[in-house]
């Protein structure tokens, strides 16, 4: 490439994935466009449900009040009966299941991005790819015609069929499961006997249902004995399906939606090849069952947007875009192994194992310390990126809860409130105030907050650098007062680059580098050309796809 790219950076995708990502970028101020092949967006709910952790980081931006807003709070998970998986005993500020359909989800970020001056193109399609070590181009084909658009990096959140991922030459290793399980939104005249998400597996299948309100479900049947076959969704078959299950017939009726989709089990080999990235369906497939699909994805983008900005800006530190992988792809690995277990015992054959489960499930979340586990880890808030170890205290690369702080002369503040900007916070606990006076070296990468009275979960700290995602990047104890502020210069030179200004676009540092940063392994506005409808992440329902004609 011998001339300058176009854009900073150019997302293949205009789902939840992408549109997150150009959130997170245009906030960070690097330009950003976002190609979507679909010409309009598709009103199929799709993908429907955010767990806990997912909308704390959309909270982090401030989404999640809109999306929550449009959408209902399930407290309870019914695994099997007498088995609850309660997400109301969570500590967070969103403790249930949100049940969000993906359009409406689209909406949201769309309304963000579009306002924070994301470009959105509709109806192209990329064809084409082409990188070296300044930039990457990629060819677009619209109904109008052909061109080229040039970028520092693209990111593919194409979806299973990710043309992104297939033009970089990243393999996608797996497997198809023998299973076509049956989705649907739609009326039941014999409703479950609670209004929360319900399980139910025997006979060699499994049947789940997600209260939308109103007397609406999302409902999802597999059986081993149903392959896949093209043949349309009817009633009869969802009937008969949720009636081997359930061991009544719902009568479901007044459908919104019918289909039948394969489901897969694969895992990109890379999550980033030079300068093109990949995240959510483009780097990953998994059962559906759990639905943790949809947050997987828009934890990739939150996760990789700071990451990336920062290298386009100049001031990555070594190592930092290449964490993305590090900390991302190991993430995906458990969601695989645990949805394919789940999967597989949930439709075995077997009526003793089946039997067995559910006396295995309702023992174990009989006990409130297992249940808490359940639900923690269900709804991502075990999902972090530090080392292994005990005790209360916060470790790096754990998730920062969303405490209350209160600064001087001012009034309390939610912590998430104070980073919508998406810039690293470090919380000064100490007396002196010296932390936070260290920062300006630093300008605009960092946010300094004095804190007047120390957190009780932040006891014994006399500092605290937290990511942009939320995370802990580093902390400092007040059992060690001597050499505070070198240690502070050191965290922030780790994290946030070098002192002064941030380089200019021009500057950035090539891709590459081994290291990771820590303890773990531009320009917004651009001209505005969207519809006002959300785009679908290549039409998919998170892991499971419909098969193409």
Request: net charge neutral.
């Amino acid at each position: 490439m011998t001339t300058a790219p176009d854009h900073s950076v150019i997302v293949v995708g205009a789902g939840p994935t992408g549109l997150a990502l150009a959130c997170e970028l245009a906030a960070a101020g690097v330009s950003c466009t976002v190609l979507e092949r679909r010409p309009t967006a598709s009103a199929q709910s799709r993908a429907m449900g955010l767990y806990s952790r997912t909308m704390e980081v959309l909270d982090l931006r401030g989404h999640a009040d809109a999306l929550a807003a449009r959408g209902r709070p399930v407290g309870r998970l019914r695994p099997a009966p007498g088995a609850v998986v309660d997400f109301t005993e969570l500590d967070t500020r969103f403790p249930a299941l949100h049940v969000i359909p993906q359009s409406r989800t689209e909406e949201v970020l769309q309304r963000h991005a579009l306002d924070l001056g994301v470009t959105i193109e509709r109806d192209a399609e990329v064809v084409g790819l082409e990188q070296d070590g300044s930039g990457v181009t990629l060819h677009v084909r619209t109904g109008a015609g052909e061109w080229e658009e040039s970028a520092d990096y693209v990111v593919g959140c194409d979806g299973a069929h990710s043309t992104v991922r297939e033009l970089a030459g990243i393999s996608f290793r797996g497997r198809t499961y023998d299973i076509a399980p049956v989705l649907a939104d739609v009326r039941l005249r014999r409703t479950p006997p609670v209004d929360d998400v319900l399980v139910r597996s025997g006979n060699g299948g499994v049947v789940v249902t997600v209260p939308y309100g109103g007397g609406l479900y999302r409902v999802a049947v597999a059986r081993r004995d149903r392959p896949w076959t093209r043949d349309p969704v009817t009633l009869e078959e969802l009937s008969e399906l949720m009636t081997l299950s359930l061991g009544f017939d719902p009568e479901p009726y007044d459908p919104g939606w019918l289909a039948r989709f394969k489901i897969h089990q694969r895992l990109a080999d890379h999550y980033r090849a030079g300068r093109v990235l990949l995240a959510g369906d483009a780097a990953h497939l998994h059962s559906p069952l759990g639905g943790q699909g949809l947050n997987l994805g828009i934890q990739d983008a939150v996760n990789l947007g700071w990451k990336l900005a920062a290298e386009v800006q100049g001031w990555a530190p070594p190592g930092l875009l290449d964490s993305y992988q590090a900390e991302r792809r190991p993430q995906a690995e458990r969601v695989l192994r645990a949805t394919d277990r789940a999967t597989r015992l949930a439709t075995t054959p077997s009526p003793a194992l089946t039997a067995v489960r559910r006396v295995a499930l309702a023992g174990l979340l009989g006990r409130r310390r297992i249940r808490r586990f359940a639900s923690e880890a269900l709804s991502g808030l075990r999902s972090d990126y530090a080392r292994r170890g005990g005790g209360r205290a916060l470790r790096v690369g754990q998730r920062v809860p969303d405490l209350t702080v209160q600064r001087p002369g001012a009034a309390p503040v939610r912590l998430y409130e104070l980073m919508r900007d998406g810039r690293f916070l470090l919380l000064d606990l100490s007396a002196d105030g010296r932390a936070a006076q260290l920062t300006e070296a630093w300008g605009s990468r960092v946010s300094p907050v004095r804190v007047d009275a120390v957190p009780p979960r932040l006891t014994g700290l006399t500092a605290l650098l937290i990511r942009p995602d939320g995370y802990a990047a580093w902390t400092d104890g007040a059992e060690n007062p001597e050499g505070h502020e070198n240690r502070v210069r050191q965290a922030l030179h780790q994290w946030c680059g070098v002192e002064g200004p941030a380089p200019r676009r021009e500057e950035s540092a090539a891709p590459g580098g081994d290291g990771v940063p820590g303890d773990t392994a531009g320009r917004a506005g651009e001209t505005m050309r969207a519809e006002e409808a959300g785009g679908a992440e290549a039409g998919e329902v998170t892991s499971a796809e419909a098969e193409r004609p």
